[in-house]
């Protein structure tokens, strides 16, 4: 943290530039609709950050993190991993080195054991050895080994949350993507992952992507951020830089919450020199 | 031949009552059916008809191209009823569909052919053709009750699908479950046809024979046969229209095609 420039300091973890990518949907009168999800989105996680992305519903926060794990393909633009495109990497390679935690927990029928083994199964550790090293991933996301044989679906939000957790971290990966992992819980229960993940950061020294919609938690855990409106990467910076001075107006409407979660970038930014113009 | 009784088609006329008593309940209820109701009952008459007199013309001529001819018009309208079953905006339905019926028929009668009924010429039409229609039918069910399935449960699961491709697995892997539900939703009719056959239902052939009068223990013996050929016939095209779906719902770089879905 602290006062470093807008590029991360020491090596790059993950670097993406001109990302885009276009979706065609069906529209209610029966033809396709094409939209631009995400618009040449360009920005760089340092290696040990935590990397936060910001933005309103409906921004593209969630697609580009399914670009970043490979569910997905950007039609522009290039992702690199330690400096090396993706796309030369064996995608079930990349899915271990970059972990993903969904907005939703989205675990898999049977106990958390079932889950966390998974994982651990498909990296080839043997069933004798597999309980051991889950129940040291269930720890580091904050639960307690008796959870091993407990059914995934009776667990609260916020235990299911940690299951996921859990589950990414026994791939072992080098970067952790968490998707909103708070959206479904309260304030109080949130604020325990959003340590937690802090935590994971400095414990395991996994580098991190925080997808949120919420300022205070970005302010919370993060090194450096992107703010993402409407599809477009308007500015990344520190912490400081974004909340105390943001260079962009976008970014100025976001974080003071008058930005119309589904405006465009365009349209914010003529929206706030119509509102500085007429001020005076 | 006792008790044989000769229809007319003056009883079949007055069979067309039967059908009568549905279209009244169509109506009466409303389901909003009765041009289908209509149309089926139309078809079925006008089908039959044409088949006996296209399966007579076969049958004199007894000709491989002919044979094979009307082998291929069943599979491509087998096909087309699979496909028609999968509700779904995937192109290519109907080559799968055809693919996986064609694969388990094949597989199916080339081993009857060559090992069990060893008629010569391998095309007897009275053998090939009624013995193809049976697995193609059940395979076209076990077909289109496996691709429906595989989509859905897909569809369903697919938060866990996409956690597990994104935890590194491949999409085999990550579809394993889908893949197996699919399988099982294909193969549990014809496993329960295998559990019940002659306890409740007469078999076709079997029935035939009894109406005629002429109940036969090769009928027995055939219908046996019957029985385990579309078995292996639903078995070959569970599994390939399974693994074809699989293919069609993700990509090479184990990628779901969720516009699929
Ligand atoms: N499969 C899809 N087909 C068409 N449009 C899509 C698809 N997936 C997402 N979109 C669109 O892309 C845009 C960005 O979606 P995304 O889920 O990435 O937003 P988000 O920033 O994660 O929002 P939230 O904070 O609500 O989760 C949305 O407008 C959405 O409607
Ligand atoms: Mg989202």
């Known amino acids: ?280 | 031949m006792t008790g044989y009784f000769e229809l007319t088609w003056l009883d079949v006329t007055v069979s067309v009552s039967l059908v009568g008593v549905l279209l009244v309940v169509v109506l009466v209820q409303r389901l909003g059916i009765a041009r289908g109701v209509f149309i089926g009952m139309i078809r079925t008459f006008a089908q039959l008809m044409i088949i006996g007199y296209v399966l007579k013309f076969i049958f004199d001529l007894s000709k491989w191209y002919w044979v094979l001819l009307m082998l291929a018009v069943m599979l491509v309208v087998a096909a087309r009823t699979a496909a028609q079953r999968d509700e779904s905006r995937q192109p290519g339905r109907m080559t799968t569909a055809g693919a996986a019926i064609a694969i388990g028929a094949v597989v199916t009668m080339g081993t009857v052919m060559a090992f069990v009924v060893r008629v010569r010429p391998w095309y007897t039409p009275e053998i090939l053709i009624p013995l193809s229609g049976m697995v193609i039918g059940n395979t076209m069910n076990a077909v289109a009750l496996t691709t429906t399935r595989f989509r859905s449960e897909v569809s369903h699961q697919r938060g866990q699908v996409e956690a597990a491709l994104a935890l590194g697995a491949t999409s085999s892997q990550a579809s394993s479950r889908p893949f197996r539900e699919a399988m099982r939703a294909g193969l549990i009719p014809t496993m329960n046809a295998l559990m019940v056959v002659g306890l409740v239902q007469l078999p076709g052939m079997m029935s035939g024979q009894i109406i005629a009068g002429i109940l036969s223990v090769q009928a027995v013996r055939y219908q046996i046969v019957v029985m385990y050929m579309i078995a292996c016939g639903a078995a070959v095209g569970s599994l390939v229209a399974a693994l074809l779906m699989r293919r069609q719902l993700f990509t090479l770089r184990h990628q779901l095609r969720s516009e699929y879905l």
Request: proline share 5%; glycine share 14%.
């Open chain 1, 1 to 280: 943290m602290g006062d470093s420039p807008a590029a991360p300091q020491g090596a790059t973890k993950l670097g993406v530039v001109g990302l885009s990518l276009t979706r065609s949907s069906a529209s209610s009168d029966g033809g396709l609709s094409e939209r631009e999800v995400l618009r040449d989105v360009t920005f760089s996680v340092g290696e040990g950050e935590v990397f936060g992305v910001i933005g309103p519903s409906g921004a593209g926060k969630t697609t580009l993190l399914r670009l970043l794990n490979g569910l997905e393909t950007a039609d522009r633009g290039s992702i690199a991993l330690d400096g090396m495109d993706i796309v030369g990497l064996e995608m079930t390679d990349l899915r271990r080195r970059v972990g993903m935690v969904f907005q939703a927990p989205a675990l898999f029928h049977g106990t958390v054991g079932t889950n966390v083994g998974y994982a651990l199964e498909l990296d080839g550790v043997p069933r004798g050895e597999r309980e051991g090293r889950g129940a040291a991933c269930l720890e580091r996301a904050g639960l307690p080994p008796s959870f091993w044989g407990r059914d995934a679906r009776e667990l609260s939000q916020g235990e299911q949350q940690r299951v996921a957790i859990a589950r990414a971290l026994a791939a072992d990966p080098e970067v952790l993507l968490l998707d909103e992992p708070t959206s479904a819980l309260d304030p109080a229960a949130a604020s325990r992952i959003v340590s937690l993940v802090g935590g994971l950061n400095e414990e395991v020294g996994v580098t991190i992507v925080f997808v949120t919609h919420l300022m205070e938690q970005a302010r919370q855990i993060c090194d450096r951020a992107l703010v993402l409106i409407g599809g477009e990467g308007v500015e990344e910076g520190t912490i400081p830089e974004l909340f105390d001075c943001p260079s962009c107006d976008a970014t100025r409407l976001f974080i003071q919450g008058r930005l119309d979660p589904h405006g465009l970038v365009g349209d914010a930014v003529r929206e706030a020199s119509a509102e500085a113009g007429g001020g005076r």
